[in-house]
């Protein structure tokens, strides 16, 4: 049963215009990660939070921005999206930093034109 | 830095028969192994965990992990339909830096 949820799920936007996807997780859980996962399906972490705090931050553009009002969520903004932001975005959470499976919602496809 | 690779890209089995994937590790600290599907449009869900040489068995699903050859491999029992999906390969180092592998597109045919 889901419980990371993600929305929206699917978003077509236009060069240069901001989008946000929003996390949610219900297990009560630390720690929280946006990752990006593009046509083949490979997956980059992005950003991850302990306890509201950055913990990770991996070279993304800057127009990338997470946002975190407490530890059950974990926002993602895009300022001026480019073509190449056009992927899946995975928002998962753990219970501790490390070393733990990690729970994954449905993800949001945004498609840029 | 960690590399994670997976095979094969792809493999399609007959719906009983035994499927076998692989991911090779180059990091040997690594000590955090699990496999993870993906059917379409859906996020992750973890199959098995393996933290030690050796099998792990949950249900259909067997991890086999040897750390001296940097290889962790999952079988697939009775394959059926419902288990086409994408398995990704996550390594963890004991540093707890994750890295996922590119991924195996697995097809059951009935």
């Known amino acids: 049963e889901t419980a990371v949820f993600q929305t929206p799920n699917y978003h077509v936007t236009q060069v240069g215009n901001e989008v946000s996807f929003n996390c949610k997780q219900t297990?009560?859980?630390?720690?929280m990660y946006w990752y990006k996962q593009d046509s083949k399906k490979l997956l980059k972490i992005m950003f991850s939070?302990?306890?509201?705090?950055?913990?990770v931050n991996e070279t993304v553009p800057r127009r990338f921005s997470p946002q975190s009002s407490d530890k059950a969520h974990l926002n993602l903004r895009i300022k001026s999206v480019e073509p190449e932001d056009s992927a899946v975005y995975l928002c998962a959470s753990s219970l501790l930093v490390s070393g733990n499976t990690l729970y994954f919602g449905e993800g949001s496809r945004l498609i840029v034109v | 830095q960690q590399k994670v690779q997976q095979s094969p890209e792809s493999l399609t089995v007959s719906e009983g028969a035994m499927a076998s994937l692989n991911c090779t590790f180059s990091d040997g600290t690594s000590n955090n192994f699990r496999w993870y599907r993906q059917h379409s449009a859906k996020g992750l869900e973890v199959l098995v965990s393996?933290?030690?040489?050796g099998e792990k068995e949950e249900g259909r699903f067997t991890a086999h992990l040897n750390r001296a050859n940097l290889h962790v491999s999952l079988h697939i029992r009775e394959p059926q339909p419902s288990d086409s999906a994408v398995y990704l390969c996550a390594v963890s180092t004991n540093t707890g830096k994750l890295t996922f592998g590119d991924g195996t597109v697995l097809t059951v045919k009935p």
């Open positions: 939070y302990n306890n509201k705090q950055l913990i």
């Open positions: 297990l009560g859980h630390d720690t």
């Open positions: 393996i933290f030690s040489d």
